[in-house]
């Protein structure tokens, strides 16, 4: 037998030997260096010159030495898949494996059966719990409660084709909210730090970029402070479109205008609301 074996080694080594130089000619009439055959085939340069010289002792089992064949040949040109196939694997005799009880892997540990372990506790209880699931009787539904009116509620006829028990009364709808009594809309047409209170209660301060629009709603009463009072249009109620001061100029404005403050200040004058048909 272990003449059969030298004999297989030896034809290996002829045949790697006669490949080897095929693929070192053909890869140097071409240009390519083995780095740039590395780097396409991801196989180390010292394996691709044990391929070139038909050295067995560097290279691993024959199996991975066709398998950089077909890859060194696929690389250069040729069809990789019947270029390996010229290297022969096997002679009828199987290659040595290692056993697989001396494998490092192999050795069981504690570590090891404890997990074991547990995989089998959970199965069980896993087991154990979808049996008693399909074995008990199935729960029953709960009864439907009865439906007492409460104010408000509509009842309804009945439709006959329908489910009796998603027959539930239709509630009223809630009136809608009322909107509030001030609203103040503001649109930029340069920036503009703002500052917005409505109701006593700052809702916004800030810088605003050119082209944004903004409304605030109120109870009461909504104050806009400007420092580019000529870059901020203010809308009072849905009215017409107004400045609300000079360009650069640092103006405030109560919506609607404080009695006090309307004698102060003409521009609260001008925008405040006197009729249906004026602006604010």
Known sequence: MNKQVLQANRE????????GLRLAQLRQQQGISLEDIARATRIQPRLLRAIEAGDLEVLPESVYIQSFLRQYAGAIGLDGA???SEFPTRFGLPEPRTPWRSLPGAQLRPVHLYVLYM???????NGLSYFLNR???QAQLPEVQSLQPVPGMVIGPINPNQNPTSAIANVASKPATPEKAVR???TLTSQSWVRVVADGKTEYEGVLSEGTQKTWMADKQVVVRAGNAGGVMVTYNDSTAKQLGQPGA????AFPPDPQMAQLSPVINEMSVT???SSF
Request: aromatic letters at 4%; proline letters at 6%; a negative charge.
């Open 12 to 19: 290996q080594a002829e045949r790697l030997a006669e490949l």
């Open 82 to 84: 019947a270029f390996a």
């Open 119 to 125: 995989c089998l506790i959970v199965s069980a209880v």
């Open 135 to 137: 074995s008990s009787p």
């Open 184 to 186: 103040v809309g503001l």
């Open 250 to 253: 640092i103006e405030e404005v």
């Open 275 to 277: 009729s249906p048909d």
